[in-house]
């Protein structure tokens, strides 16, 4: 996830095509690696290359083989697969569509078994049966999906048949999001008739993740619903834990562990339970991973037991059917692609559940740089779908959110029905959930000033302006003239002299004036806003926060107050 909106799109605010992701730079690194031992596996297995070329996704023609000295079975267990760095042409070819249509190594995947081993990542706390419930409730599976591969498409349907108890598993939905894709036509139909579990359902037009979320629900029975994205493996064990604490109580609202299969060599990887992370978000609202706070450490023994997450992912977790259904389940409203897992997160909490992650589960999901499907053009859908959720939802502190990304709300329909959903729900404010499931987040409000940082030299229109994207950590902070959009330009002043960007300050080590993940030390990240000189004062160096005299750049100077280009306006600056 993580697709952010205005700074990476020339604040014109349009997401069209698809959008940049992120890389794995959030995404918990794996550490820690145990020995595992084998799982036995149960079913006779064709081999890798009898799999691809079985069933080849037929738009990429034919499977090209690698070179004959290839591994035979290769991405067993998880391991990597590596191409070798020359291949023939016709190869390359292939392992480059693959990459184009899919955003991932395709090519990799349609080598690997649709029913490849995998590591047991589960601490041995996990494996003693006997604290799960006997009589958990059966689940359906929904996987949605548009334009996914073939390959991975089944090894994520043959991942849950093969590593779930069969009685627990009502039925597998996988909804069809109005893909074009040749082989999830009737090759799809033909390959699952011999499975009576799965079922295919069809959008009748382009949905969007979210309604192809909703009308997946519509179709189901069982007591649970369990969603996965259609680029997943689950793991041995992982359904069991889920479905307990939804048995233990129907509004808790469940999310494995979510492990790491690379998108160029399938590898899996995966780290034990003292390294599992929990949901937060920002005020551009975006999703971002933290690790287990303090006061959440405390309340466990085991760092195995499931923890409270403010928020969740979004494409992977259970929850009982009918609670969903109070809850309104998702806003339809919402299109494509983003924001729905905030708003389930949210709603959750506020109107009476709980979200938890279950370290004893594990589902691996393939994370893409890049979105590899078209958006709707000339829509920024991310943002509709934020404002919906800030309406609703975020009470005043949607303003923030507003001003983050300047006040250009767009055109986000009609919310009423979605309000009354949650007035008849008499839901908990946001601030209830701020103070008690999220107080590590940074309120604009509580700062000193939040907004734009305006340079008073050479004319006055020159800004404090962030490099774009999550990757700006340790790049330099440059200037630009302010636009007033919020954006790479909307900064706050913690009352500690933090001058912040979402989880990033402004820091200041002697060389250039770079972002770095806020370590609330002060030191290098320490500033004071003088308001009568209206400078900037830099902790350790003592120096001050000036623009060059071309303007394009950051440096640090000997304080002179009779400086201009030493001196800033701090919008929204309240001195009390
Ligand atoms: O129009 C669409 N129709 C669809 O059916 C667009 C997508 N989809 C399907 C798609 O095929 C996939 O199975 O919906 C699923 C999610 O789409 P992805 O894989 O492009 O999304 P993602 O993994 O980048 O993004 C995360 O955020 C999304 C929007 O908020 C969804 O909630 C995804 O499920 C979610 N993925 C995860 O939570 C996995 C872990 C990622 C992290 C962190
Ligand atoms: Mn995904």
Redesign the pocket.
């Known amino acids: 996830?993580?697709?952010p909106i205005g700074e990476d799109f020339g604040n014109n605010g349009n997401v069209i095509g698809g959008a940049q992701?992120e890389d794995e730079a959030?995404?918990p690194p794996t550490v820690g690696k145990r020995k595992v031992e084998l799982e036995e596996d149960k079913k006779p297995r064709k081999k890798a290359h009898e799999v691809a070329k079985a069933k080849p996704q037929d738009d990429a023609k034919k499977v090209i083989d690698p070179p004959g000295n290839f591994e035979e079975n290769p991405g067993e267990m998880g391991k990597p697969v590596r191409l070798p760095k020359e291949m023939p042409d016709d190869m390359k070819k292939a392992v480059d569509d693959g990459w184009t249509k899919n955003a991932f190594n395709q090519y990799v995947s349609d080598l690997v078994s649709v029913h490849r081993s995998l590591p047991d990542p589960r601490d041995a706390w996990c494996k003693d049966s006997t604290q799960y419930l006997t009589n958990l409730p059966t689940t359906d599976v929904i996987?949605?999906?548009?334009?996914?591969a073939w390959t991975v498409l089944l090894r994520t349907v043959h991942s849950v048949l093969d590593r779930s108890p069969e009685h627990l598993i009502g039925k597998i939905i996988l909804?069809d999001?109005y893909s074009d894709m040749p082989h999830l036509k009737k090759q799809l139909e033909d390959y699952f008739a011999a499975y009576p579990k799965v079922q295919i359902i069809r959008g009748q037009k382009?949905?969007?993740?979210i309604r192809?979320r909703i009308l997946g629900a519509n179709h189901a029975k069982s007591a649970v619903l369990t969603y996965l994205?259609?680029?997943c493996e689950c793991t041995e064990g992982w359904l069991e834990p889920l479905l307990d604490r939804i048995a233990r109580n129907s509004t808790t609202v469940v999310c494995p562990v979510?492990d790491v299969i690379s998108d160029d060599t399938l590898e899996y990887h995966y780290r034990d339970s003292s390294g599992v992370n929990v949901g937060g978000f920002d005020w551009n609202l975006q999703?971002s991973?933290h690790s287990v706070p303090e006061r959440e450490r405390k309340r466990h023994n085991n760092s195995a037991e499931p923890v409270y997450s403010p928020t969740?992912?979004?494409?992977?977790f259970a929850i009982d059917r009918e609670f969903f259904d109070r809850l309104g389940t998702y806003d339809s409203g919402f299109d494509?692609?983003?924001?729905?897992?905030l708003e389930l997160s949210f709603k959750t909490w506020m109107c009476g559940g709980t979200l938890e992650i279950v370290p004893c589960s594990h589902v691996g999901?393939i994370?893409?740089k890049r979105?590899p499907?078209k958006w709707r053009s000339g829509v920024n859908v991310l943002r509709k779908n934020s404002v919906r959720l800030a309406e609703v939802w975020m009470d005043d502190y949607a303003q923030y959110y507003y001003h983050r990304i300047g006040n250009d709300k767009g055109d986000w329909g009609d919310v009423t029905d979605r309000k009354k959903l949650r007035a008849d729900l008499k839901c908990k404010s946001f601030k209830w959930y701020l103070d008690n499931i999220y107080p590590e987040l940074f309120i604009p409000g509580d700062s000193v000033a939040h907004g734009e940082i305006r340079n008073l030299g050479y004319g006055g229109r020159t800004c404090l302006d962030a490099p774009s994207g999550k990757k700006h950590q340790k790049k330099a902070v440059g200037t630009y003239p302010c636009h007033r959009q919020g954006g790479n330009q909307y900064w706050m002043l913690s009352k500690t002299g933090e001058i912040r960007r979402d989880d990033s300050c402004l820091d200041y080590a002697g060389k250039e004036v770079t972002l770095y993940p806020c370590h609330g030390g002060k030191g290098n990240q320490f500033w004071s806003y003088r308001a009568n000189t209206k400078q900037l004062h830099h902790g350790t160096s003592g120096k001050c926060l000036a623009i060059s005299d071309s303007k394009d750049k950051l440096q640090m100077e000997e304080c002179n107050v009779s400086v201009a280009r030493q001196q800033w306006s701090m919008e929204n600056y309240d001195s009390s």
């Open positions: 996830r993580n697709v992701k959030d995404i996987i949605c999906f548009h334009n996914e909804v999001d382009r949905e969007g993740l192809a994205d259609s680029h979510i999703f991973w969740m992912a979004g494409g992977l494509i692609w983003g924001g729905e897992n999901h994370f893409r979105s499907y």
